[in-house]
């Protein structure tokens, strides 16, 4: 038990006195995630409004496909990209291997369907009354969208945390695409993989203490936007 009191009070050590590595590494993270999460966002709530609002054939097999793919395995996203954005794939000459931007890509497919599915569930729950309402005070096309996204924003709030929390917690697309360079695509949960398996515990210990107090914050607002939501 000793080495891991001692680990814990490593950890705080690095917290406190800022240590590079490590917050290195938590940046890196969040910026992922960050770029992800607006991907998704700007992909998946149009997209999510569209599966929900509107009826068209084989609209049950598409929301059956989103469905399925909430559960998509990171090392599989990861596959698709590398072979996309290497060197020798397609989009090689974007230059997005062992990069930030190449993990926030990756980052994006994974977590789009979240968005797409919780999007379209909260639109799908809207009051039937809520589009005639709109339509009689003539509202059409694009007003009827936002005016139906924004009766929807807390659960929209809430695809796009959950989202979050997929992004920012997944290791396989990270080290995949992102290579775990030091300084660069190394993130929190490379860094942890790496350092425990080294024997640094006490690094692994602090990005591990951050990485839950992030998922604490990811955790409150959704209780919070579900309260809100009901």
Do not use: C
Not at 26 to 40: D, E
Not at 118 to 132: H, I, Q, Y
Not at 136 to 141: D, F, P, V, Y
Not at 144 to 171: N, P
Request: aromatic fraction near 6%.
């Amino acid at each position: 038990m000793d080495y891991i009191l001692q680990g814990l009070l490593k950890a705080f050590e690095l917290l406190i006195t800022g240590n590079q590595e490590t917050y290195s590494a938590v940046f890196a993270s969040l910026k992922a995630s960050t770029m992800s999460m607006i991907g998704s966002l700007t992909l998946g709530v149009p997209s999510g409004f569209l599966l929900g609002y509107t009826d068209f054939p084989g609209k049950r097999q598409a929301r059956a496909i989103v469905d399925t793919l909430l559960a998509l395995p990171t090392v599989v996203v990861g596959l698709l990209v590398y072979a996309f954005i290497s060197y020798r794939g397609p989009l090689g000459d974007l230059g997005l291997l062992f990069t930030i931007p190449g993990i926030a890509l990756a980052q994006t497919i994974l977590v789009l369907p979240i968005v797409i599915s919780l999007t379209a569930t909260a639109v799908e729950s809207l009051d039937k009354r809520f589009k005639s309402t709109l339509m009689a005070l003539g509202a059409h096309g694009k007003q009827i969208a936002v005016a139906s996204i924004l009766e929807a924003r807390h659960a929209v709030l809430i695809a796009a945390v959950t989202a979050y929390g997929r992004a920012i917690s997944e290791v396989g697309i990270s080290m995949m695409i992102g290579g775990n360079i030091k300084w660069h695509t190394r993130t929190i949960t490379t860094a942890m993989a790496l350092e425990t398996g080294k024997g640094e515990f006490s690094t692994g210990i602090a990005l591990g203490i951050v990485l839950l107090t992030i998922a604490f914050v990811i955790n409150s607002m959704l209780t919070r936007l579900r309260k809100r939501s009901l």
